[in-house]
């Protein structure tokens, strides 16, 4: 696999320093987010929630809110019930059943019981307060391990366990590797539950057109098949729900998956015969708007050998999903295509167990559950290191998959396309000025401080082949991820591409006019890149399981090369020559061994669209073409024993952060943050460095401040951004990067993915780092957040 | 209550307007003027997204009523615009180095910055990240946006030579 600069020469307009085509729009303040969407005679919704865990729900009453003047409607579970179908559930579980507002009983403190819709938000939020609810307290389980005792309070009685899923995969010979190592060591790591709350919460708006049948949906949605989704619940035909992709997403980075939102609002448009919009507050986002992370319990053991060889690895994960399944269960099963991490590690073995309680459920989280699951594999590889007396690099570097073994297949039946390890991580040391580096440490620590340097690396699959759910739900037969761009030409020569997905920040527009521009050989800056709505649209998997490089680049290379394939075909026809004595040179058309004799763009555009008698025999008149990609080796269902092809494409990040710990507070504070990264070739740098900033600060957040904590009531007790702590500039270090590029074989221009990347190794590196700063004291901190209270509890242990 | 007349002055231009008192600016600016450039993020102060200039200082709209701008100036991000409707050099520097993702903290972000660079032309990357401090970016780890900033400033002082030599490496 050869490696080459970012700034390939190959490229004109791929791997440059470009402006985005969206940020022009936003720093003029004219985004146009789904509370900007205003239609004549909108109305608002407000919600009652469940100030208990767990409650049986006797008597609601409506009569004093509807008394005031602007409540126009308050509805119920019971009548919404009645009137929908269950949301979808990633699993197979007809017994856990869920509707936007509960019924008969609520099962998290916070959850949705009656919605009151008003002309303004203000007056909902009145009426909400005069509705009275009687509840009948029933007994609740918030802790996962408890959840699983026989007697425990069933969350879903009809269900007859709070056990969602269990399953234990074996890949290769676990107890014989396992029987055959030097050592062997055993831990618990835990992570917190944490999300990516974005700063625009959910919204929706919806409106019903009786003459047509349709109702029309704008929403900060990133959801796979949420059109389908909405109309089966809300018993319509799929062609009845228009879900327009041109409202920009305040963020997202997994959970904007609205369904519960949109269904409750669809159903009230309908019936009430207006505008309906539901815009979260804060207090509504955190607690009701079933967008949690993982929270997770891992029993890890690891089988080494004294010269540094990782033999084997048993993980045990123990999934807290809250109080409805969705499609968070799933969350254990996407990180089996990488469950050795960047390891040659022949045998693992994998429990993956998902239990229900009475939290708010969770929802998908940047990297689809691999962040946590990293953090423990990386957990594991700095204590082989530990034991063994070696330095956690060289640990790392011993086991490395080498860059001559790709394409190579892991225990689970995942095929790792390509990557340079070594490289990364030597490169990253030199950035880091390791030697450099450790002696600040110990200078650090010379002057009594407890600094501590982390060392994690990370594989962020990408290109996403959803090969998870027929793997936790064998009724469910997905082998397609597909994703589409169409592209045209118009008459007067400029190009627009159309694609069917909303966008959360991560650029789409200015990747596919950036690749379209590249196959066609014209200046991005003209191309105009639309976001259609659902109807009028080609089939799209939305920007989930960092796979928008990979696939909608893939796409709209793909129709590019179709439009260019024309262009070259209609110049051989006018010029009478075969078109492999062509060549296409931006966008004109001209005899290789004659360059005198061509055909301009403009002249071919117009043959096209207007001089049909210039055409080629029977060919479709006008410039326009449309393409659907599969996922690269994709369509293949699990083996009966787990084993499965998951996603295609592998990026690499090595992280080094240098941490230090104020000894009175417990308070961490990183001085340095060194990270090298390989996505293949990056389509616009900026967007690709913008994201790994962003996903180390995310994981930071979750290293050290950012948890959904609960009392033992079972309240939500971080509900607000006063006491959930996003981390803000001055949590957030200068951090320093170096590229590498080792190009994927299988994607259009050697791209892969990497939006998660940041996300998926700082957890693990900022960890790392604090172990290595309590390692002198003897003392070890495998939960994450670690907050300053933690910490200081735990340096307390020893003082005393 | 009834509602209350109020005059406030945003991006230069008067408007009267009748509202409720318990509406907030940030919605008054949004709902009544149709100012959507403004956003709220957390409405309880913490977040920044909603950060307009009120009388110079940058302030949260969402914790503030209509009715308290009364007899104020407020200005948002659709008054940043150059007079002949180019971008401002701040704005272009945001561009420039790609400090927005999703663009919802984008116009909150500007907002804390074009008071900073106002008060004061040549900062220090600490005092940028001071004038950010209260303003979250769930996207951008705030990096790309320091640099904006410190494009922006060294630009702006470059086009006014007067202000001071340039002492910002690029």
Redesign the interface.
């Known amino acids: 696999m050869s490696s080459e600069a970012p700034d390939s020469p190959r490229f004109r307009y791929v791997s440059r320093k470009r402006?985005?085509k969206?940020?022009?729009?936003?720093?003029?303040?004219?985004?146009r987010?789904v509370?900007?969407i205003?239609l004549p005679g909108m109305k608002h919704v407000a919600l009652v929630t469940s100030p208990h865990p767990a409650a049986r729900i006797d008597a609601i009453r409506t009569e004093e809110a509807l008394k005031i003047e602007g409540v126009v409607a308050v509805i119920t579970g019971e009548e919404l019930a009645q009137a929908t179908n269950p949301l979808m559930s990633g699993l197979n579980l007809p017994d856990v059943r869920r509707f936007p507002l509960a019924v008969d009983r609520a099962r998290y403190a916070g959850e949705w019981v009656a919605a009151v819709v008003a002309d303004s938000r203000?007056i909902a939020e009145d009426g909400a307060e005069l509705v009275e609810v009687d509840y009948d307290p029933l007994p609740f389980v918030v802790d996962a391990e408890e959840a699983m005792a026989e007697d425990a309070p069933a969350v879903h009685p009809a269900h007859g366990t709070n056990v969602l899923y269990r399953r234990k995969f074996v890949y290769g010979a676990v107890e014989e590797d396992f029987a055959a190592a030097d050592h062997r060591l055993a831990f618990r790591a835990c992570w917190g539950r944490n999300s990516?709350?974005?700063?625009?919460?959910f919204g929706v708006v919806a409106k019903w057109h009786p003459g047509t049948g349709t109702l029309d949906v704008w929403a900060s949605i990133q959801m796979p098949k949420y059109p389908e989704q909405i109309a089966r619940a809300l018993r319509l035909d799929a062609n009845c729900v228009r879900v327009h992709y041109d409202v920009?997403?305040?963020?997202?980075?997994g959970v904007k998956r609205g369904i519960k939102h949109t269904v409750l609002v669809g159903y009230l448009a309908r019936k009430l015969g207006c505008p309906v919009r539901l815009i979260e507050?804060?207090l509504e986002n955190m607690t009701g708007g079933d967008a949690h992370g993982p929270e997770r319990i891992f029993d890890v053991e690891a089988a080494f050998n004294g010269d540094g060889e990782i033999r084997s690895l048993r993980l045990r994960a123990l999934d807290n999903v809250g109080a409805y399944a969705g499609r968070a269960p799933l969350q254990l099963a996407k990180p089996i295509g990488a469950i050795v991490g960047p390891y040659r590690i022949k045998s693992v073995e994998y429990e993956a167990i998902s239990v229900t309680t009475n939290k708010t459920p969770q929802e998908a989280v940047r990297g689809f559950g691999q962040s946590p699951t990293n953090f423990a594999i990386e957990t594991a590889v700095d204590k082989i290191a530990r034991t063994l007396d070696r330095d956690r690099v060289e640990i790392r570097k011993r086991n490395f998959i080498r860059k001559d073994e790709f394409p190579y297949t892991i225990p689970s039946g995942s095929e790792y396309d390509s990557g340079d390890y070594h490289t990364v991580q030597d490169k990253v040391l030199d950035l880091a000025d390791f030697p450099a580096l450790i002696a600040r440490r110990d200078a650090l620590r010379a002057e009594g401080k407890l600094a501590g340097i982390g060392i994690a690396s990370c594989l962020e699959p990408s290109g996403g082949n959803a090969a998870f759910e027929p793997l936790f739900n064998p009724a469910n037969e997905t082998t397609t991820w597909m994703e589409s761009c169409v592209t045209k030409i118009d008459l007067a020569g400029t190009v627009t591409s159309i694609m069917a997905t909303a966008s959360?920040?991560?650029?789409h527009e200015t990747l596919v006019a950036t690749v379209t521009g590249e196959e066609l050989e014209r200046d991005p800056d003209g191309i105009r890149v639309v976001r259609s709505d659902s109807l009028a649209s080609l089939p799209s998997n939305s920007p989930v399981a960092s796979r928008m490089a990979i696939m909608l680049g893939g796409a709209a290379s793909g129709a590019a090369k179709i439009l260019k394939r024309k262009l070259i075909d209609i110049a051989a026809h006018n010029l009478q020559l075969p078109a492999d004595r062509l060549v296409y040179e931006g966008g004109n058309v001209a005899v290789r061994d004659d360059p005198g004799r061509s055909l301009a763009w403009d002249e071919l555009v117009e043959i096209a669209h207007r001089k049909y008698h210039q055409m080629p025999l029977g060919m479709e008149p006008g410039l326009q073409a449309s393409y659907v990609w599969e996922v690269p080796k994709g369509g293949e269902l699990p083996d009966a024993a787990g084993r499965v092809r998951m996603y295609p494409c592998y990026s690499f990040e090595a992280h080094i952060p240098l941490v230090e710990i104020d000894r009175q507070t417990g308070q961490v504070k990183i001085l340095e943050y060194f990270i090298g990264h390989d996505c293949g070739t990056m389509i616009n740098p900026?967007?690709v460095?913008?994201?790994i900033?962003?996903?180390?600060?995310?994981g930071i957040g979750a290293a050290l401040y950012e948890i959904f904590a609960y009392n033992d009531d079972g309240q939500l007790l971080t509900g607000?951004?006063?006491d959930y702590l996003?981390p803000?500039?001055?949590e957030?270090p200068?951090?320093k990067m170096v590229d590498h590029s080792t190009p994927s074989p299988l994607t259009s221009m050697g791209q892969k993915g990497t939006g998660e990347g940041?996300y998926l190794g700082a957890p693990a590196a900022v960890a790392s780092a604090v172990n290595d700063a309590l390692a002198p004291l003897g003392l070890e901190l495998n939960a994450l957040p670690m907050r300053p209270g933690d910490i200081e509890a735990l340096l307390r242990t020893k003082s005393e | 209550m009834k509602p209350r007349e109020i005059s406030v002055t945003v991006n230069a231009k008067r408007y009267r307007s009748e509202v409720?008192p318990?509406?907030t600016l940030v919605d008054y600016l949004?709902?009544v003027l149709g100012?959507?450039?403004?956003?709220?993020?957390?409405?309880?102060g913490?977040?920044g997204?909603c950060s307009v200039i009120f009388d110079g200082q940058p302030i949260r709209s969402c914790l503030m009523f209509a009715i308290q701008a009364d007899g104020h100036e407020v200005e948002?991000?659709?008054g940043?615009?150059e007079a002949d409707g180019g971008?401002s050099p701040l704005?272009d520097a945001?561009?420039?180095?790609?400090?927005?993702?999703?663009?919802?903290?984008?116009?909150g972000m500007?907002m804390a910055t074009h008071a900073l660079l106002r008060s004061n032309p040549d900062p220090t990357v600490d005092e940028i990240?001071e004038a950010?401090?209260?303003?979250?970016?769930?996207?951008?780890?705030?990096?790309?946006?320091?640099e904006a900033v410190r494009l922006a400033a060294k630009r702006m002082r470059g086009a006014h030579p007067e202000a001071g030599k340039d002492t910002i490496d690029e």
């Not at chain 1, 990516?196 to 919460?201: A, F, L």
């Not at chain 2, 950010?132 to 320091?146: A, D, E, F, K, P």
């Open positions: 402006r985005t969206e940020d022009r729009r936003f720093i003029a303040g004219e985004g987010f509370a900007d205003g203000y990516t709350v974005p700063i625009e919460t920009d997403v305040g963020g997202s980075y507050d804060r959360a920040g991560q650029g900026d967007i460095h913008g994201m900033y962003g996903g180390i600060a995310h607000t951004f006063m996003l803000s500039v001055h957030i200068d951090i940041g | 409720p318990r509406l949004r709902e100012l959507i450039g403004t956003h709220t993020g957390c409405e309880h913490v977040c997204a948002t991000v659709e940043l615009a971008l704005q945001f561009w420039e180095t790609h400090a927005l993702q999703c663009g919802y903290c984008t116009p500007l990240k950010i401090g209260g303003n979250l970016c769930r996207c951008t780890g705030y990096q790309q946006i320091v």
